[in-house]
């Protein structure tokens, strides 16, 4: 054994903070149990993953098939919607390839729930509601997508073209990634919340950022609005982007179709393409209910909650004590 190993068996977290990880862990679970919610565990490992152009899971080859280690168990929620579930969460490890820093961890705690016949406002509510629980924090504000951006930015996210989104970047004095190119409007959008309009989100109280761009759906519906806005919506703490939420897309012909995008823009990021088929898409054909879902990333909540800097000081061993 050498030095360095000798000295890394001990956990980065301090036990006080493992003690409120634990509190924190049943207070979430008293919240859904008393909201009738039923709590479910699906594989970590399948032949099905959430095509997504920024998420890549690990892959594992096993009995000449090929696995991949879930970055979100939805697509196995869903299909336990599909088969009459109607109030569910799920609290478990996620993994995703390339995320370290100090709000990242390649393995990682997600809380991730459903609820049948929510709509957007009430998916906002319970997600403020948790927060409100968990963090002792007061209600949350709901502010648009388009509302941040024309406070911070002084844009409208919804009809500024990439060359006005490009000239606000170098006006600002914003670091351009080469990766980014020109025509990659919503990569621009992305560039500019991060920089220029999370950093304010959830200072006072939470924020829930709602009616993303249509580009940005992932699995969310898109609204006929003029322009049409994705149903879906983020809460941010401390500008730290905490949960994510849908209400989620049910047409099986238009996952498909945006599988087969996402999986081109894959390809032209030089990324491996994912299995654009799978048992989601069979769930839905048969009848996927109207719902909204959210995914929280735990770990983040522990961090506010202690009052920390890093995922590492309320995790007991992150990724490279693993």
């Not at 190119?181 to 560039?191: E, Q, V």
């Amino acid at each position: 054994m050498t030095h360095t190993q000798h000295n890394n068996f001990r956990p980065t977290a301090s036990r006080q903070n493992l003690q409120l990880r634990a509190r924190l862990l049943q207070r979430l679970r008293e919240f859904f149990d008393q909201r009738g919610f039923l709590e479910v565990e699906t594989p970590l490992l399948s032949a099905d993953t959430v095509v997504d152009r920024h998420l890549d899971p690990f892959c594992v080859e096993f009995d000449n098939r090929r696995m991949w280690l879930q970055t979100s168990p939805e697509f196995a929620m869903k299909r336990l919607l599909a088969d009459g579930a109607e109030a569910i969460y799920q609290v478990t490890r996620s993994f995703r390839l390339g995320e370290q820093g100090p709000l990242h961890n390649p393995e990682f705690t997600i809380v991730e729930w459903y609820r049948t016949d929510d709509d957007m406002d009430a998916g906002m509510q319970l997600t403020g509601d948790l927060c409100e629980a968990m963090l002792h924090c007061g209600p949350a504000e709901r502010l648009s997508y388009r509302d941040a951006f024309e406070q911070y930015v002084g844009i409208d996210p919804h009809t500024a073209d990439v060359g006005a989104l490009i000239s606000k970047v170098e006006e600002l004095g914003i670091a351009r990634p080469d990766s980014l190119s020109a025509d990659d409007r919503d990569g621009w959008l992305d560039l500019l919340l991060v920089d220029r309009v999370q950093p304010h989100l959830g200072m006072e109280r939470p924020t829930l950022l709602y009616d993303y761009p249509a580009g940005q759906a992932a699995l969310a519906r898109v609204r006929s609005d003029d322009p049409p806005v994705a149903e879906r919506f983020e809460l941010c703490v401390s500008g730290i982007e905490l949960a994510n939420g849908f209400h989620e897309l049910l047409e099986t012909d238009e996952l498909l179709k945006r599988n087969k995008n996402i999986n081109a823009q894959r390809a032209a990021d030089g990324k491996p393409t994912l299995p654009e088929q799978s048992r989601l898409l069979a769930a839905m054909h048969a009848g996927l209910p109207a719902s909204v879902g959210v995914a929280l990333g735990f770990d983040r909540l522990v961090m506010l909650a202690a009052g920390a800097k890093s995922l590492s000081e309320v995790m007991a061993f992150p990724f490279d004590r693993a």
